[in-house]
Every structure is written in C-alpha cells, then in structure tokens.
C-alpha cells in the first residue's frame, strides 16, 4: 500500500479524504496484459463505526497492456501506474499504526494493618 496525496471521494453521501493506495494484480496472463484491482482508502477514524484497518471509500478494476505491460518488472512500478492512471500522486509507502502496548494491570496494595497501642 502507498500513501497518497488527498482526494476527495463521495462516500454514503459525505465527502472522504482518501489517502491511502491499495492495489494488487488480480490476473495476469504472463504474456500481454494484467489485472489490477485498487482501493482507496480512508483512516477509521474518519467513519463513524471503525473497524480495525483502513476502510475502502472506492475501488475498481484497470487493464495494464502492450508496452507498458512488457516494462513492469516492479511493483512499484505497477503503483506508479495505477496512480497515473487514477491522477493520483504517491507520497510514500503506507506504514500502519503501531498499536499501544496495553498496561498491565496493577495489583492492588496490600493495607498496611494499623498497630494499636495502648495508652
């Protein structure tokens, strides 16, 4: 996944900033063309039930044939051209939140018994 410049996306009848990239070939015949599908992606935050990971606002299919099909040899190289594709611009790879480390659980002090004296 790749991060991307803001666009903006019409999503369930609000407008989302997508910023992240995902894309994978989802066919390829090893001989004229390939399959890409992509997602654009939306942190949770930014919805109102999250779910863990990013959330897609849109997704579609692309063909990559003929000359530029001949030249992919990388992947990014195939980011490069999806985003060319879309007109989006590549601003890094994506690199996910790192979860906090949950606290463990303190035990609970022992109370200290209070002496008695005697007076």
Same mark, same amino acid.
């Given at each position: 996944?790749?991060?991307?410049?803001?666009?903006?996306?019409?999503?369930? +009848?609000?407008?989302?900033?997508?910023?992240?990239?995902?894309?994978?070939?989802?066919?390829?015949?090893?001989?004229?063309?390939?399959?890409?599908?992509?997602?654009?992606?939306?942190?949770?935050?930014?919805?109102?039930?999250?779910?863990?990971?990013?959330?897609?606002?849109?997704?579609? $299919?692309?063909?990559?044939? +003929?000359?530029?099909?001949?030249?992919?040899?990388?992947?990014? $190289?195939?980011?490069?051209?999806?985003?060319?594709?879309?007109?989006?611009?590549?601003? +890094?790879? $994506?690199?996910?939140?790192?979860?906090?480390?949950?606290?463990?659980?303190?035990?609970?002090?022992?109370?200290?018994?209070?002496?008695?004296?005697?007076?």
């Amino acid at each position: 996944m790749k991060t991307i410049e803001p666009v903006s996306v019409w999503y369930n +009848g609000q407008e989302k900033q997508a910023t992240v990239l995902s894309a994978s070939a989802s066919g390829d015949n090893l001989s004229t063309s390939a399959s890409f599908v992509y997602q654009l992606m939306i942190q949770p935050s930014e919805v109102e039930n999250p779910i863990t990971g990013l959330f897609p606002v849109a997704q579609g $299919y692309l063909n990559m044939t +003929g000359e530029v099909y001949q030249a992919w040899e990388t992947n990014d $190289y195939a980011y490069d051209w999806v985003a060319a594709q879309l007109n989006l611009t590549i601003t +890094g790879d $994506y690199v996910p939140p790192v979860p906090p480390t949950p606290v463990p659980p303190q035990p609970e002090p022992t109370p200290t018994p209070t002496p008695v004296t005697e007076e």
